[in-house]
């Protein structure tokens, strides 16, 4: 059974910093593609960040140059660090793994206040 277990979001005043943690397990974590996806209400999921099996990383506009996508294979961990966070981060973010076929967290809120 595959799991993905977002963990690390909360609330924060702009300008501040949040590490977000994704666990995954059910899967061969090296093999796949990961990747963060936010959903703010009202609105579609759009990626935010993804990274590939060889650690080749790429960022949506909004976020480049403030959020950085890591992952830890040992680990079987993707992280997200987001820094100078700004309201319009706020949404729920979620873990994804990418091979065939996309599996997906069960989602961590991330509210940033003005």
């Known amino acids: 059974q595959v799991r993905l277990v977002e963990s690390g979001g909360g609330l924060v005043q702009a300008g501040g910093s949040l590490r977000l943690s994704c666990a995954a397990s059910?899967?061969?974590?090296?093999?796949?593609?990961m990747a963060w996806y936010r959903q703010a209400a009202g609105n579609q999921r759009e990626l935010v960040a993804e990274i590939t099996q060889g650690g080749r990383t790429n960022y949506a506009d909004p976020v480049k140059g403030r959020f950085t996508i890591s992952r830890d294979n040992a680990k079987n961990t993707v992280y997200l660090q987001m820094n100078s966070l700004k309201p319009e981060d706020t949404a729920v973010y979620y873990c994804a793994a990418l091979l065939r076929s996309t599996y997906w967290g069960q989602g961590t809120q991330v509210t940033v206040s003005s």
């Open positions: 059910g899967i061969i974590f090296s093999s796949y593609a």
